[in-house]
């Protein structure tokens, strides 16, 4: 039995501090009273050290810590002065934008700057077996499977689903790629279909993974845009 009494609760999974759990924090709290509790539950190890250095700073009381089932629980008490606006924190938050810097490389590659990293990039449509560098098309690939999956981890995590194997496998096809490298003069160079499986291995029931497959789906930006011009068609399978 917890010896804190808490008047609320939210649950961050495997979000830290810098990656919006803070943000999910201050939701949960704002409805609460000065000298109420709000109790944590997060499985990122950095949050033991971060989410005391904030309360700290926004003058809320940080109460001390309990091992969960899988998790571990925080314990905070909402201070008696307000902290940030919140809804300056999510306006802050809907008009973040993204950005990206390239730069020419070596022969035909492209050197991309985001934030504190730098990767190369082949051919817009290059399909070799080998090739100097991923093109422009299995990056867009690569987007999509890394949204879904880390997607999948991110809002599963919330849930307590036990993760134990994931993989996701996409194959895109090019209208034709012939018009792209000017070989011909008919059809389009776009993308007209994604196919791909996705596989999990965890001991949570069918439904409630379904359930975070649906919403991870519903709520990722690059499946969000590209559904809309592109025949995606994904299947999910529980082995």
Not at 20 to 39: A, C, N, R, S, Y
Not at 186 to 206: A, C, D, L, V, W
Request: with cysteine; charged share 25%; hydrophobic share 35%.
């Amino acid at each position: 039995m917890s010896q804190f009494f808490a008047h609320g609760m939210c649950d961050g999974g495997d979000l830290d501090c810098g990656s919006g759990l803070l943000l999910i924090i201050k939701k949960t709290m704002d409805p609460l009273e000065p000298g109420q509790v709000l109790e944590v539950r997060s499985r990122e190890r950095t949050v033991a050290d971060d989410l005391p250095a904030w309360c700290r700073m926004v003058k809320h009381e940080f109460l001390g810590s309990e091992p969960g089932e899988n998790w571990t629980s925080f314990y905070v008490q909402k201070g008696g002065k307000p902290e940030e606006a919140l809804e300056d924190d999510l306006k802050a938050a809907k008009g973040y934008e993204w950005v990206v810097r390239t730069s020419s490389g070596q022969g035909l590659t492209a050197k991309i700057h985001s934030r504190n990293h730098s990767f190369t990039a082949g051919q817009p449509a290059e399909f070799s077996a080998k090739v100097e560098a991923p093109s422009a098309v299995d990056y867009l690939l690569a987007s999509l499977s890394s949204c879904l999956l880390v997607g999948f981890k991110s809002h599963g995590s919330r849930r307590n689903v036990v993760i134990d194997h994931m993989e996701l496998t996409l194959k895109g096809k090019l209208d034709n790629v012939l018009y792209h490298m000017e070989l011909e003069d008919t059809g389009s160079s776009r993308i007209t279909e994604i196919k791909g499986s996705f596989y999990i291995t965890s001991p949570n029931e069918e439904e409630e993974l379904k359930a975070v497959w649906e919403n991870t789906l519903e709520r990722s930006p690059i499946y969000q845009t590209l559904k809309g011009t592109v025949d995606i068609q994904l299947s999910f399978s529980i082995v």
